[in-house]
């Protein structure tokens, strides 16, 4: 060692002596190198070594050297060199080296030294190591580098942020994005007196992920909170894509008026940079179809749809598969059907997302055949079947009265071992649940565990429900010991326990003789009701506005050369961001949402109101909801509906309409089910007229008629008396796509039998069997009625030709 200290001295000394030496310091770098790479820097010689920055970068840069040995290095020249001081260059080189060879925990310490030094390395140094924090996943480090970065009074180049937004929002760490993005804006309200260390806002790219993960995460306050906190400053304008996002956000949540509000804000801009490079694109109409679709406006859909085939722009396969999926849920068939075959042949090809859509909505329509052709064209497509496919036809045959069918499909599956999940026992527990096969259920149960997929809620609460209405509370002990793993279950029994106890000693928070439901004025105002729903768009949002905003308005209102004459039309009739243009929802109400522990409370409230409900324990199930609304539970659409529908049964037609107030002020818009209740509270009334004008300004609003609806105005017309309107609807619904079911002709025949029309009574009758609808116990009955009218309006002829030949005798 002594001879390796001896050497460096002598080369040390001759550089010294003559610095213009090249060979020399080649010499000391290589001799320099070997000694640390051999034993580090404690046999370094300080007082033989003339440290210089172009001499210490030359040893970081070697790459025969180990990170670790040029960290050693570089923290022994700071601490046996008192009067040396390291450059920003150099520190930049070794937080490069420490952060590519995986040493990031060393570089705080390193930040601390520099810190010491009063040196400041430049931003593209810090977004490289705030990069480098965040791919290893040290977050909180990344932040107090920002803090640290803050201290120095660094002006970072905005990038450097960029990049730390967008990694962290792909990291999925979304609030801590979101701590950063309101940093940055603080930090940029200082900008004017010139303390700020941020020179101006993130760019787009960075906002729009940003404001993609807060969607994804539906985290709608924060989302608005940027949304308006962005909106405020003029120095920054969303792009088209981020028009795109905020379109298609607030659609997705239920606020029409402002999607539409900023689909006319791009036209303005469109017109006011009259360059052509700004402007609605693909992707807009595609956000603008979708939200239509979501919020019932399908038939507005459908308009744009071609408007936008017309306006420059081709549909692509998202177009298409929005469209259907909308069609297919809105009982739109024989639209979503034409929409498909015209994918096909514009060489589009469909997907399983698609054909799965439009299976549903065939099997929704009660079209069996025409589904079980689908999914044969879907194999012979080469399309690949998933799990949610066989779902969707093991379902769909059960609601067919195919369950002999469902059945065998689901045994089939089974036996080869694939695309069976725990939706697809869970269907066919609740089926046979509902048919009172409770031994067979429990056993599928057992299978599902064995097989380790997770018995859910969906699953439990359905098997309490056919336990308590079979009267067998005592198979809930049979139930955990086939629901072995997790504690689900027990929750659920806590939770039921727990209910119990305050049903028995509930807490008064309301007066004695105070309605749960307080209503105002009557059920046949429901008119008022939903004409107000309807005009949700209100005064203009942006009324204060100056007035040549306005008259830019006025100019696209009446542009006679634009693309989208027919969006521009719904843009132009918003007036209001203030409340939800949103009258009517595709999305049904669901009994349990499974949402994680944050539904679980609503989830078991709605089971065990159904159980209530099922047993016509109406006033147990308004205590149930009364207690838990006091506590805090926010109630959903199924809510509603459940009670609403118990009170149009029992005929409390007031209470019903208190319920319908209720739910529109909290949980508003009303879904299919909700309609299907208004409907059958007028019929009770006997107001078929009011229900008829229910229906004609649902359809004017967006909403469609599922086949419940029709079968309950069908009824309702008929027992008013209404038989040709009646029977005009039953047309209208086969024209729709719908194909009638057993309950459908039922009715039909039922209402035609007591109206005395016999021989169209028989017509429904001769269409059920030719359509393959087979008949059950109530058609029985119906057909008893029908031979006894049938033969009582013989015996009327045969009596009154008997008359009449007894006079002409």
């Known amino acids: ?456 809620l969906v699953t439990v609460t359905s098997l309490l429900i056919g336990f308590h209405r079979q009267g067998r509370w005592d198979w809930t002990e049979r139930l955990m010991k086939h629901i072995r793993n997790g504690n689900l279950l027990p929750n659920v029994l806590k939770w039921k326990a727990n209910m119990e106890a305050l049903m028995k000693n509930s807490p008064k928070n309301r007066k004695d003789h105070t309605p749960i439901f307080p209503y105002k004025g009557d059920f046949r105002e429901i008119m008022t009701l939903i004409g107000s729903a309807g005009q949700a768009m209100g005064t203009n949002a942006d009324s204060g506005d100056c007035d040549e905003k306005g008259q830019e308005m006025s100019a696209i209102e009446n542009d006679q050369w634009s693309s989208s004459p027919y969006m521009d039309q719904l843009a132009n009739q918003v007036k209001s961001t203030e409340h939800s243009s949103q009258l009517f929802s595709l999305v049904k109400g669901q009994r349990v949402q499974e949402k994680g522990i944050g539904s679980f409370d609503v989830d078991m409230v709605n089971t065990f109101l159904s159980i209530f409900l099922a047993k016509g324990k109406l006033s147990l199930a308004c205590k149930l909801f009364e207690i838990f609304t006091d506590m805090g539970v926010d109630p959903v659409s199924y809510t509603y509906n459940s009670i609403m529908s118990s009170f149009v049964k029992k005929g409390y037609i007031n209470e019903a309409w208190g319920v319908l107030n209720e739910m529109d002020e909290k949980v508003c818009p009303a879904d299919i089910a909700t309609y299907n209740l208004i409907i059958q509270g007028l019929g009770k009334m006997g107001r078929a007229d009011i229900a008829s004008s229910v229906l004609e300004k649902l359809m004017k609003q967006g909403g469609y008629l599922d086949i419940v609806m029709y079968n309950t105005l069908i009824n309702a017309l008929g027992k008013a008396g209404r038989i040709d309107e009646a029977s005009k609807l039953f047309e209208q619904m086969r024209t729709s796509g719908i194909n009638p079911d057993v309950i459908t002709y039922n009715t039909l025949i039922e209402v035609h039998t007591k109206a005395g029309q016999l021989k169209d009574a028989y017509k429904f009758l001769k269409m059920m069997l030719d359509a393959g609808c087979l008949p059950n116990h109530v058609t029985d009955t119906i057909l008893d009625n029908l031979g006894k009218e049938i033969e009582k309006l013989r015996l009327q002829k045969a009596s009154i030709v008997r008359t009449s030949n007894k006079d002409d005798t």
């Open 1 to 456: 060692m002594r001879r390796g200290r001896s050497a460096i001295s002598v080369l040390s000394s001759r550089l010294l002596k003559n610095p213009s030496i090249h060979l020399g310091n080649i010499l000391l770098i290589a001799s320099l190198t070997k000694t640390l790479s051999e034993s580090g820097s404690r046999n370094l010689d300080p007082n033989s070594i003339p440290l210089s920055e172009p001499l210490v970068l030359q040893i970081l840069r070697k790459n025969s050297l180990e990170p670790s040995k040029k960290l050693d290095f570089f923290n022994w020249c700071r601490s046996f060199k008192p009067n040396f001081k390291h450059s920003a260059v150099t520190y930049s080189h070794i937080f490069r080296t420490l952060c590519r060879s995986g040493f990031v925990g060393e570089v705080p310490n390193l930040l601390f030294s520099m810190k010491e030094d009063g040196v400041l390395v430049d931003s593209e140094t810090f977004k490289f190591l705030l990069d480098a924090f965040i791919r290893s996943g040290k977050f909180d480090t990344a932040l107090e580098i920002l803090d640290y970065m803050e201290e120095l009074g660094a002006c970072l180049n905005p990038s450097v942020y960029d990049s730390v937004l967008v990694a962290l929002v792909r990291k999925d760490q979304v609030v801590l994005a979101l701590s950063i993005f309101f940093k940055l804006l603080e930090a940029c309200n200082g900008n004017d007196n010139g303390n700020s260390v941020v020179s101006s806002l993130p760019g787009s790219f960075a906002i729009n992920e940003l404001l993609v993960a807060l969607r994804k995460a539906d985290m709608r306050a924060e989302f608005k909170q940027v949304f308006d906190k962005l909106r405020g400053r003029k120095e920054f304008e969303l792009d088209v894509c981020g028009y795109n996002i905020c379109i298609h956000s607030f659609g997705s949540w239920g606020d029409l008026a402002t999607s539409l509000s900023l689909f006319k804000e791009m036209k303005q801009k469109e017109k006011s940079l009259s360059s052509g490079s700004f402007g609605p694109d693909l992707c807009t109409y595609n956000s603008l179809i979708y939200v239509l679709c979501l919020v019932g406006k399908v038939k507005d859909a459908l308009v744009v749809w071609e408007e936008l085939k017309v306006s420059g722009h081709e549909p692509d396969v998202f177009t298409y598969r929005i469209l259907i999926q909308g069609c297919s849920k809105s009982y739109r068939i024989d639209d979503a059907t034409k929409i498909f075959s015209e994918m096909q042949s514009n060489g589009f090809a469909p997907d399983t997302v698609v054909y799965n859509s439009l299976l549903n909505g065939l099997f929704k329509a009660r079209k069996v055949m025409e589904a079980c052709q689908l999914f044969e064209k879907m194999v012979q497509d080469g399309v690949r079947a998933s799990c949610w496919t066989y779902n969707i036809l093991i379902d769909g045959l059960f609601r067919n009265g195919r369950a002999e069918a469902a059945y065998t499909l689901f045994c089939d599956l089974k036996k080869k071992g694939q695309f069976v999940d725990g939706v697809t026992y869970s269907i066919v527990v609740l089926q046979l649940c509902r048919e009172g096969h409770f031994e067979e259920a429990l056993r599928l149960v057992e299978e599902m565990e064995a097989r380790g997929f997770v018995v859910d």
